[in-house]
C-alpha cells in the first residue's frame, strides 16, 4: 500500500469517513464505476453446473454436495472404507482479492466431507503437517472411548510428521463434524473441521432430491494480515459458508418442486448463527443428536445453529428465483472494511470536510446519511481484503457479503446457469409507483 492509499484508509478508520476518488451520483455511474475498476477484489468468480447427484446410500439417497468443497475419497480395503486426512498449513482464498494463511485437511478448510453409511466400517488414516501435535475428534458419532480424539483424555496426541489411524463402526446414521481436539482454540480458529455424514440403511423421512452440507465459520482476519487471528474472542470480520466469503461462496441451484435438504454445521469460536432463507418455509428434520420425529417438527424460516451443533433443514421450493440465504446477525454479512467504523448518521462533517481537503484534496466523509451504497463506490481498500460488502446483483449492488448465498430455484434445474440470474415475468418486480395509480389510491406520500 503506498503512502496515499494508506493515508486514505486510515483516514477512513480514524476520522470518521471514508474515502472515494468521486462520490457516484446515481445507479448507472455506480455501474460504470465499478465495470471500470474490476479489480481483484470487486471479481466475482464463476461457478461450474454440479452433475446430477449420485446415489450414494440406500433407497436411493443422494449423495451430499459440499458448496466451494469437496467429499475425501474412499478406497475399500477388506470390507473397511479407508480414507486419508492430512492436516496442514496452506494458503486459502475466502474471496476473490482476499487469501490467507490457514490450517486445514487436505488443502481445504473446512476440510473434505465425509461421506458413509450407517453400519459401514471406517479407517481414517491422519497425517500431522502441522507445526504443533494434533488429534481428530469425531463430533457427535459414538464410538469406542479411546477413539473419540480429545487429547490427554482418550489418546495421546499425534506428534508433528507422523501418521496415526482411527477405526470404527459407523453405528448410527446423522450429520456430524469432526475437527481438532488439541489446542482447540487455536486450531478450531484457524480451521482445523469438516463435516461427517452418515446416510441411513433405510432413509429417514421423504426422499431428498438435493442434500447440501454447509459449514458455517468466523474468522478475525486484520486489514492486511496474512493469517487469522486465533486469539479473537469477538469483532470476527470474515463470515464464511464452507470457508467463503460472498461472493466467494458457490450458489445452491435447485429445482421448483424439489425436496431440498441443506445440513449445516457451526464450529465457530464464538457465535451461533441463525441461518434465514428467503422464499420458501422449512423444517428441521434432524441435529447431530438424531432425527427429531415428524410430530415435533415445525415451520421455521429461520434456523440457529449454534455453536459445536448441527441443525438439518428440508424444504420443498415453490417460487421460482434468486432468493437469499444468509446469517441473520447483520454484522455477519459484512467484511472487514465494514467493521471499526464510527458512527456517522446523522453527523454534521463540513468543517472536517474543509480542513482535511487541504491536506487530502479528495476527502470525501461518508455515511451521514446512512451506510447504504458504500460496498459499491470505488473505493481504495488495502491490498488482501475484501470491500465492505456484498458484490453487484442483476439491479444493483447486494448490500450483503460474509455469510451470505443465493438460493437459485430454477424450473429445469439441469440446463440453468448457476452464475444466470433469474429472469423475473413482466409485472412482477418493485419498482416506481405510477402517480395516477396513487392518486387513485388515496395515496399522498409525505
Ligand atoms: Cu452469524
Known sequence: MDRRSFLRWSG???????????????AQDAHAHAEASATAASAVPTFERRPASRTAAPGGQPSVITPNGISL???????????????????????????????????????????????ERIRVYVTNRLPEPTTVHWHGLILPNGMDGVSGLNQRPIPPGETWVYEFDLRHPGTFMYHSHYDEMTQIALGMMGMFIVHPRRPVGPRVDRDFVLMTHEWKLEVGARRPDPNAMNDFNVLTFNGKSYPGT????????????????????????????????????????????????????????????????????????DWAMHCHMTHHVMTQMGHGLPPMVGVDTSTVDRRMSRVVPEYMSMGQTGMGGMGEMEMDIPPNSLPMR?????????????????????????????????EHPAGTVAGPADPARLRADGIEAP
Open 250 to 321: 458457490e450458489p445452491l441451484l435447485v429445482g421448483v418442486g424439489e425436496r431440498v435438504r441443506i445440513r449445516l454445521g457451526n464450529l465457530s469460536p464464538m457465535d451461533h448463527h441463525p441461518i434465514h432463507l428467503h422464499g420458501l418455509n422449512f423444517v428441521m428434520t434432524a441435529t447431530d443428536g438424531g432425527y427429531v420425529p415428524s410430530s415435533a417438527q415445525y415451520p421455521e424460516t429461520t434456523v440457529i445453529v449454534p455453536v459445536g451443533s448441527t441443525r438439518v433443514i428440508e424444504f420443498t421450493p415453490t417460487e421460482p428465483g
Open 73 to 119: 475419497p474412499w478406497t475399500v480395503r477388506d470390507g473397511v472404507k479407508v480414507g486419508h486426512l492430512v492436516a496442514h498449513e496452506f494458503d486459502h482464498e475466502f474471496a476473490p482479492g482476499m487469501r490467507a494463511r490457514v490450517w486445514g485437511y487436505n488443502g481445504h478448510t473446512p476440510g473434505p466431507t465425509l461421506e458413509a453409511v450407517e453400519g
Open 12 to 26: 477512513a478508520a480514524a476520522g470518521a469517513a471514508v474515502l472515494t476518488r468521486a462520490a457516484p451520483v446515481s
Open 390 to 422: 456484498g458484490a453487484r446483483g442483476p439491479f444493483s449492488y447486494i448490500d450483503m457479503g460474509g455469510m451470505f448465498t443465493v438460493l437459485k430455484v430454477r424450473e429445469r434445474p439441469e440446463r440453468a446457469d448457476p452464475n444466470g440470474w433469474f
